[in-house]
């Protein structure tokens, strides 16, 4: 299979063969000697095709064309306030951009929505959390899991736990919400592969204080994950007022990967009610959203 970037490169190459033909009255019933083609209508200074061609190369940014016409759909400013309120995206009053064709770190703000093309039929919504200029880490708009658990009794006695109690337990990690969540995005074959590590602050006493490990669930390999109480508390709740970006402007709740370090049974999520990072009892069944990283 030829790549993206090669087939839209033959198709813009054909397209701008075509205006040099038309451009000189000449049509492709024939053989046509280079020589004897019309340049002048070309708007491309090359007086021949090798340079015509190689002049296209200069001017057309291939990995930006791949964006436009494949992965970026399209991309809005966040806005929560003003005559430019954009929240989700869908409202009138939202402003384009296309920050997504800049590699430079910080080019997409945080809250930035975009329409991601997650594989060759699907379309998900995001908003970005933090961009690395070549990367982006970016959260989906909605949740991808609902009606989940942060860990059910089943996958916690299948990972050794022996006292599960009525209220659950988190000292095994988020494991039931982290493998629907990595099932559901497997064909996601336009995101990045994440592999990371649930070992060192996992666990909360209050919203800015991540420091003790209460879980060890080890490195994993993902298309998406979970996002941690220090991202939120850096890219959407910041002082633990978050921002409507996070929760769907009010509409939506789901789990963080944190666990409660002072309280066994309970795990952080974002809560849509009062619009911050709450502690809920793991038998409970937010879902989550997906965090995935895309290149640029």
Known sequence: MKEKGEIILKIVLAFILGLILAGGGVYAVNLINARDIDYSNSKLSSDNVQGAIDELYEKVDIGKSINKAGKFVVAYTYSESGSNQCIMGNEVTCQKNTCYETKTTGSCPAGTIILYKVNDTNIVGFNV????????????????????????????????????????????????????????????????????????????????????????????????????????????????????????????????????????????????????????????????????????
Not at 216 to 238: D, F, H, N, Q, W
Not at 280 to 292: D, E, M, N
């Open 129 to 296: 959390l933090f961009d690395e200029g070549s990367t982006m880490t970016m959260q989906s708009q909605r949740k991808i899991v609902a009606n989940m658990q942060w860990i059910s009794k089943e996958d916690y006695v299948s990972a050794g736990g022996t006292d599960y109690g009525s209220t659950g337990k988190n000292d095994n990690g988020p494991l039931t919400i982290l493998k629907a969540l990595e099932n559901a995005t497997s064909s996601w074959s336009n995101v990045n592969d994440q592999t990371y590590s649930l070992e060192t602050n996992t666990g909360c006493s209050t919203y800015n204080s991540c420091i003790a490990n209460t879980y060890t669930l080890g490195s994993r390999t993902g298309k998406a994950r979970m996002i941690s109480v220090e991202e939120a508390v850096a890219y959407g709740c910041p002082n633990n007022i978050c921002k409507k970006f996070m929760t769907a402007n009010g509409k939506e709740y789901y789990w963080t990967s944190s666990a409660d370090s002072l309280h066994s049974s309970i795990g952080w999520y974002v809560n849509h009610d009062d619009s911050k990072l709450s502690g809920l009892s793991v038998i409970y069944t937010p879902g989550a959203r997906a965090v995935v990283e895309v290149s640029k």
